[in-house]
């Protein structure tokens, strides 16, 4: 009998959920909250006891029983800085996910949605690879301005996830490898991995690396200041063009890159064009960043997220830095399944359980 798992992934208005046996799923479901009843709700831990509900319920409904469970997993949110690993489930963690240490996200949810379902069956709860995850190498965080130090928030249980799969079907260990890995999703993160760290990677979140569907990425500073004291915006609307409408979005009025790679190369729109163009460019700008960060000894760039399952992106990041090493893709992100193997390293023994 292997370890039966429940694993939980809140979003904003849904909550993933699944069942494994090991790696494998036994059945999963995505549990959607329309936005009168998110709306009740002043903050996001008063969600809590109706997301737990509908969890148990329709667990109830699949005939699964909760008590044959060896563990509950969820999503890590916005604590504070980590090193990357799976986490126990402590008061303190509780506590920062309470208070939203880093801002209020969805995934604040997750440990405590696990810890709720877990304790009372008497079992382990954990959390994965957040997106706080902080490896920086110390000369990484220098951007130019006290002020205004680097910071790690990016897709880190992807990354780790892919990475780790990488190792694993080479036989190497993950941390024997140099490795740059590219997620493109609604957010763009480029990341070094080294040593078994992530020891350089752009803040996805806030305004770093390359734009995205989402988000600007990197923007010229000086023009940005400008046009936060042109009194035309409010701070709300610039932090909004930044994480939500900038990026595809912002040129293109979508945040689907099937829809810009029709525009641009089956209906003929020249400016679709461009910016598809402009993006895959930016992406390889930063793998090609990445690699001086490992001084040219990459062993493997991957490149994975929703967006890799577009053929054209790939070729044309393809073009511009396989010269600097061989190219792996898994496109998508089994975040589920990432949950789930965190765990398991655990409950396996192959690594120990964080303290946070």
């Given at each position: 009998?292997g370890?039966k798992l429940?694993?939980?992934?809140p979003?904003?208005?849904?909550?993933k959920i699944?069942?494994f046996?090991d790696?494998?799923?036994?059945?999963?479901e995505?549990l959607r909250?329309?936005?009168e009843e998110i709306s009740k709700?002043?903050?996001?831990?008063?969600?809590?006891d109706?997301?737990?509900?509908?969890i148990?319920?329709?667990?109830?409904e699949k005939?699964?029983?909760?008590?044959?469970l060896?563990a509950?997993?969820?999503?890590?949110g916005?604590?504070?800085?980590?090193?990357?690993?799976?986490y126990?489930?402590s008061?303190?963690?509780?506590q920062?996910?309470r208070i939203g240490?880093q801002g209020q996200h969805?995934?604040?949810?997750g440990?405590l949605l696990a810890?709720?379902?877990?304790?009372?069956?008497g079992?382990?709860?954990?959390?994965?690879?957040?997106?706080?995850?902080?490896?920086?190498?110390p000369?990484?965080r220098?951007?130019?301005?006290?002020e205004l130090p680097?910071?790690?928030?990016f897709?880190?249980?992807?990354?780790k996830a892919v990475a780790?799969?990488?190792?694993?079907?080479?036989?190497?260990?993950?941390?024997?490898?140099n490795?740059v890995?590219?997620?493109m999703?609604?957010?763009?993160s480029v990341?070094?991995?080294?040593?078994?760290r992530v020891?350089?990677v752009?803040?996805?979140?806030?305004?770093?690396g390359p734009f995205?569907?989402?988000?600007t990425?990197s923007?010229?500073?000086?023009?940005l200041?400008?046009?936060c004291f042109?009194?035309k915006?409010t701070?709300a609307?610039i932090?909004k063009m930044?994480?939500g409408?900038g990026?595809?979005?912002?040129?293109l009025?979508?945040?689907d890159?099937?829809?810009v790679?029709k525009m641009?190369?089956e209906e003929?729109?020249?400016?679709?064009?461009?910016?598809f163009?402009?993006?895959?460019?930016?992406?390889?700008k930063?793998?090609?960043?990445?690699?001086a960060?490992?001084?040219?000894k990459v062993?493997?760039?991957?490149?994975?997220?929703g967006?890799?399952?577009g053929?054209r992106?790939?070729?044309e990041?393809r073009e511009?830095v396989?010269?600097?090493s061989d190219?792996?893709?898994y496109?998508g992100?089994?975040?589920?399944?990432?949950?789930?193997?965190g765990?398991?390293?655990?409950?396996n023994g192959e690594?120990q359980?964080?303290d946070?």
């Open positions: 009998m370890y429940l694993v939980i992934n979003g904003s208005t849904s909550t699944g069942i046996e790696e494998t799923l036994l059945f999963d995505t909250h329309p936005t709700y002043n903050l996001i831990v008063d969600q809590m109706f997301r737990k509900q509908l148990l319920d329709f667990l109830k005939n699964f029983d909760i008590h044959e060896s509950v997993i969820g999503r890590g916005l604590l504070k800085p980590i090193p990357g690993g799976t126990k489930v008061e303190a963690l509780l920062d996910l240490r969805a995934s604040n949810l440990g810890n709720e379902i877990a304790g009372p069956l079992i382990p709860a954990y959390i994965v690879d957040p997106v706080v995850v902080d490896e920086l190498a000369v990484a220098y951007s130019g301005l006290p680097r910071i790690s928030i897709h880190a249980l992807n990354q780790k799969r990488y190792a694993r079907e080479q036989g190497v260990p993950y941390n024997s490898l490795l890995v590219a997620h999703g609604g957010g763009v990341g070094a991995h080294s040593g078994g020891i350089d752009n803040n996805t979140l806030d305004g770093d995205s569907p989402e988000r990425g923007l010229p500073v000086g023009a200041v400008k046009l042109s009194g915006y701070q609307e932090a930044i994480n409408k990026g595809l979005n912002a040129y009025g979508t945040n890159m099937r829809t790679t641009a190369f003929g729109n020249e400016e679709a064009e461009n910016v163009h402009a993006f895959t460019y930016q992406v390889s930063d793998i090609g960043a990445m690699a960060v490992l001084c040219g062993d493997q760039i991957i490149l994975t997220g967006i890799a399952y053929e992106v790939i070729s990041i511009r396989s010269f600097i190219i792996t893709v496109a992100e089994d975040e589920l399944l990432a949950l789930a193997q765990g398991l390293r655990v409950l690594e359980a964080l946070y």
